[in-house]
């Protein structure tokens, strides 16, 4: 079930500035691999948004179904 954390939690999902801070602070850290995991990530309106802020903040984007794609062309396949 789609969002269904919702239902348990008065959080609100991030909106893509707030992902981008948090990209920041992750790289500052030392986190190196973000995983995306779930079926909930290929819900994502945004998700090529999401996925080439987390590249561009120098993080590597993971997923079995994203191994081996660019966030480019993850853009270009959730289009489709």
Do not use: H
Not at 3 to 12: D, G, H, L, P, T
Not at 26 to 38: A, E, F, R
Not at 41 to 62: E, H, M, R, W, Y
């Amino acid at each position: 079930m789609y969002r269904i954390w919702e239902s348990f939690s008065n959080q609100k999902e991030l909106n893509l500035s707030k992902i981008e801070i948090v990209a920041e602070n992750l790289n500052k850290i030392g986190t190196g691999i973000i995983d995306l995991v779930g079926g909930e990530p290929f819900q994502q309106d945004d998700l090529a948004s999401v996925v080439s802020i987390l590249v561009n903040k120098g993080l590597t984007v993971c997923n079995r179904l994203l191994v081996g794609y660019s966030a480019l062309s993850i853009g270009l396949l959730l289009r489709n």
